[in-house]
Nanobody, 125 residues
Framework: QVQLVESGGGSVQSGGSLRLSCAAF????????MGWFRQAPGKKREGVAA???????SYADSVKGRFTISQDNVKNTLYLQMNSLKPEDTAMYYC???????????????????WGQGTQVTVSS
């Protein structure tokens, strides 16, 4: 059974950095898409970044140049390095995985079969 466990969230000041981790258990990294989503109170879940098993990445325009998604297959862990954080980045961040290539649907939450519990990121001014 696949389980995704997130960590690394917290409270930081504007301009600070955080690295989120998503440890995958019972998940094989082959022909898969893994991504990070975020959801603020009263808003829809938004695709932040995604990465294919071949290393190809996609980013939302709002985070491009500031966030970096990566994966370590040896450690079975997905990462999201977040730099130059802004108050607008405040949200619950979720890790997601699916057994298919990301393609153009990487930002659609409905396509992902597996989800983590979420980790809160709060950025103050």
């Amino acid at each position: 059974q696949v389980q995704l466990v997130e960590s690394g969230g917290g409270s930081v000041q504007s301009g600070g950095s955080l690295r989120l981790s998503c440890a995958a258990f019972g998940y094989t990294y082959s022909s898969t898409c893994m991504g990070w989503f975020r959801q603020a109170p009263g808003k829809k879940r938004e695709g932040v970044a995604a990465i294919d098993s071949d290393g190809s990445t996609s980013y939302a325009d709002s985070v491009k140049g500031r966030f970096t998604i990566s994966q370590d297959n040896v450690k079975n862990t997905l990462y999201l390095q977040m730099n130059s954080l802004k108050p607008e980045d405040t949200a619950m961040y979720y890790c997601a995985a699916d057994y298919d290539y990301c393609s153009d649907s990487w930002s659609l939450a409905s396509r992902f079969a597996y989800w983590g519990q979420g980790t809160q990121v709060t950025v103050s001014s």
